[in-house]
């Protein structure tokens, strides 16, 4: 399947659209074909212990690396006009586009996201008073916030991501996605703004933890960025 010069045209109108607040603040989304690698905003051993200085080497350096070769490549086979769609358009109608610019288009957007919502271990802060508010709404805790959020880690079948959302009508929920998909995609349910994400694939943290993913899910709090998350979702919510 590969993308109709209809569609694209209909995209590109989408794709030229202003900056969501979201992308002002530095996320991603904005960016159009050839697509790059993002800088880590930390050193590869920044994170450790929690997660180790080769792991995010890996991580970052070939793995990331290789869905933004992978989705600029598919972009290639495609119209031209399919290579000046932003990412956020492409992610916004995942539902109409070949498999290999899906995938690595949500590769590309998930780890950009990712990398940013980390800090070194002590360094994150806490949830801002009108974040902590909303989770103790949605969840009756922060406790129980991470208790769901790890649970849905856990429960998720095979590789994917586990989110923090904002849903269309507001509310807070916690989600997950299989393979790359994230919940900015047509084809998430539920659809949202994800204010926090961690990858569940194995490659984020089997060279630490084997395959005890829940150790992984438990320990990857003390490097959260809570400062950037409550942005976030400030962000999000127009507060």
Not at 41 to 55: G, Q
Not at 59 to 86: C, T
Request: hydrophobic share 40%; glycine share 8%; proline share 6%.
């Amino acid at each position: 399947m590969s993308i109709s010069l209809q569609r694209i045209l209909i995209l590109l109108l989408l794709g030229l659209a202003p900056l969501t607040s979201l992308q002002a603040q530095g996320e991603p989304g904005g960016e159009t074909h050839p697509f790059t690698l993002p800088d880590l905003p930390y050193a590869y051993d920044a994170l450790a212990p929690v997660i180790d200085a080769e792991t995010m080497e890996i991580h970052h350096s070939r793995h990331h690396q290789g869905y933004v070769d992978k989705l600029n490549a598919a972009l290639e086979e495609e119209p031209p006009e399919a290579r000046e769609l932003s990412l956020e358009a492409l992610l916004e109608h995942a539902s109409t586009l070949p498999a290999a610019v899906r995938n690595n288009a949500g590769g590309h957007w998930n780890h950009s996201f990712f990398w940013r919502s980390m800090t070194a271990p002590g360094e994150g802060g806490a949830p801002d008073r009108d974040l902590r508010r909303a989770l103790e709404e949605a969840f009756g805790s922060l406790e129980d916030f991470r208790d769901a959020f790890e649970t849905a880690g856990l429960d998720r079948f095979g590789s994917g991501w586990v989110w923090l959302i904002v849903e269309e009508d507001g509310d807070l929920a916690v989600t997950t996605t299989p393979n790359q998909d994230n919940p900015r995609m047509d084809v998430a349910d539920p659809r949202g703004t994800p204010l926090l994400g961690n990858d569940l694939w194995e490659h984020a943290y089997y060279l630490n933890y084997r395959n005890a993913r829940g150790a992984y899910l438990q320990a990857w709090w003390e490097v959260v960025d809570w400062e950037r998350v409550s942005r976030r979702y400030a962000a999000a919510t127009g507060r």
